[in-house]
């Protein structure tokens, strides 16, 4: 309950962008022990990289030694096109003969 607690203060100060399990179908078939193996996915509006390795370091799962988190950067790039129909299209920095 320690770290759904420390999601909902997440969400209060709109840092939550998404949340949950990985992997799931892994612990529901019980190929794994879910225990010490259960793998998840926080994504979280901050203004820089210490903001979210500081809110990573007070997750109750690893405070408590359930898990290790490890904290990645994540660049989101929102286009029109898909990105088969955007890698189809001519780079506009190029010259184009026929």
Known sequence: ???YNWGAKLKTK??????GPTDFELTSTTKINS???????IML????REEAVGWAEKDPFPVNSYRKNNVHS?????TKNSIPES???PNNNHEHTT
Not at 45 to 48: A, G, I, K, M, R
């Open 1 to 3: 309950m320690e770290h």
């Open 14 to 19: 709109n840092k939550l962008i998404l949340t």
């Open 35 to 41: 225990i010490g193996y259960s793998k998840g996915l």
């Open 45 to 48: 509006n901050v203004d820089s």
């Open 74 to 78: 994540l660049k989101i790039t929102i």
């Open 87 to 89: 890698l189809k299209k």
